[in-house]
């Protein structure tokens, strides 16, 4: 299948102007309820510790489901293939909040994690406000590592984190100092008694790489080392076993180029295009196969996309793109991810939901991926 030419497209999209449409929640909808999370006091920069850190459980029936918006794309104004600008109308701008709302009515997931580009238009604060209300009037808590995008549109991406993060039901931590980008945080998940059960670690996979413009940006070594500290500091206090681990970030790391190239991969799912990952291999797959904790990887950026790949007995798996048309899709309709976790069972659940309704891709991770399908 020939590559999707993603630089082509987007160098003739739009990067900000005005969107016509304003936040319609009522004061009592604003108000976020009882997010079923404990945080911690503290902080969650300490290395030696889980203070600040918000801790989920398993509901009454030992599962949680944690879902994945990737790449919305929310926008108000932005140019067609022609370069003519076009107004997005109310109409419009109402059906992608119907679509996230739908999801979030259908699947009722305990924690929602957008994994970036969350808006692609001028004015941030509205648009952003704008498209992540659903979580707040469903009172969900959600939270967020930003996509190579999201500071494009009058905000930088400190700002846009930190407005993100006064939005109710967010989570999302404050920034780390001292490590590239901001988006980076952890959430974990405990049975009652709080024996820790699973860690999802969310990494800022940021923008462009500066000494290289045209290379999409690559987590970098002060990431990976906050992540194998705190990796360390979880099985230290799981007695000296590992605690499984996830992590969530945008951009796909090279591994997912190398696993499709590899002649024993396993692949579930729509493949329709190259991964948009970075030319530069920072090494924390190479990392997490030494830590031994994380299981699955979880990525957005690629539209075209919403495969599950397995590699060196690790998942590479991407969200469904979760946007409508103001960029390019050609994986229609769109819809969302899902993850579900059992108490008393090993590996997880994932599927699909479109925005259809429909279900696809229902597997369980690993037993659903013991022989290829190619």
């Known amino acids: 299948m020939k590559a999707f030419d993603r630089r082509e497209f987007l160098k003739k999209t739009a990067k900000g ?21 404990v945080v911690r006091g503290g902080s969650n920069t300490d290395m030696d510790t889980t203070a600040g850190i918000p801790d989920f459980k398993f509901n009454n029936s030992g599962k ?40 979030l009515e259908e699947e009722k997931p305990d924690l929602v994690i957008h994994t970036g580009d969350i808006i692609y238009s001028a004015p941030a604060k509205e648009n952003l406000k704008y498209i992540l209300s659903p979580m707040a009037k469903l009172h969900i808590p959600f939270a967020v590592t930003l996509g190579n995008h999201d500071e494009e549109f009058g905000l930088t991406r400190q700002e ?55 290379c999409y940006d690559f987590i970098r070594h ?45 692949l579930r799912g729509n493949f329709g295009e190259e991964p948009g990952s970075s030319l530069y291999n920072s090494g924390l797959f190479s990392a997490t196969v030494e830590r031994g904790d994380i299981d699955a ?3 957005g950026h690629d539209h075209d996309s919403d495969c599950a790949l397995m590699y060196m007995n690790k998942f590479l ?36 939901r479109l925005f259809t309704k429909e279900k696809q891709q229902d597997y369980h991770y690993p037993e659903g991926f013991k022989s290829s399908l190619f």
Request: aromatic share 12%; with cysteine.
């Open 297 to 299: 990887f979880v990525f």
């Open 64 to 103: 949680f489901k944690v879902m994945q918006i990737a790449d919305t794309h929310f926008v108000g104004v932005h140019e067609n293939h022609e370069g003519r600008l076009r107004m997005a109308t109310q109409e419009f701008a109402e059906e992608a909040l119907r679509n996230i709302t739908s999801m």
């Open 17 to 37: 102007f005005a969107v016509a449409t304003t936040l319609a929640l009522s004061p009592e909808q604003m108000i976020g309820g009882t997010l079923g999370k």
């Open 160 to 214: 846009v984190f930190d407005y993100v993060r006064t939005l109710p039901s967010n989570i999302n931590t404050p920034s780390i100092p001292g490590i590239h980008n901001c988006s980076n945080n952890i959430i974990t998940l405990s049975t009652k008694d709080n024996k820790l059960k699973r860690v999802f670690y969310l990494l800022d996979s940021g923008r462009k790489f500066a000494e290289k413009p045209t």
């Open 222 to 266: 002060d990431q990976i080392e906050w992540y194998c500290k705190k990796s360390e500091y979880f099985k230290q206090q799981n007695g000296g076993e590992n605690v499984p681990g996830m992590m969530f970030m945008h951009i796909p790391v090279r591994e997912y180029n190398d696993g499709l190239r590899d002649t024993k991969r396993i």
């Open 317 to 352: 798996i991407y969200g469904r793109f979760s946007g409508y048309n103001s960029v390019y899709n050609n994986l229609k309709p769109g819809g969302v991810r899902l993850f579900e976790f059992s108490e008393k069972e090993a590996g997880f659940r994932s599927w699909i």
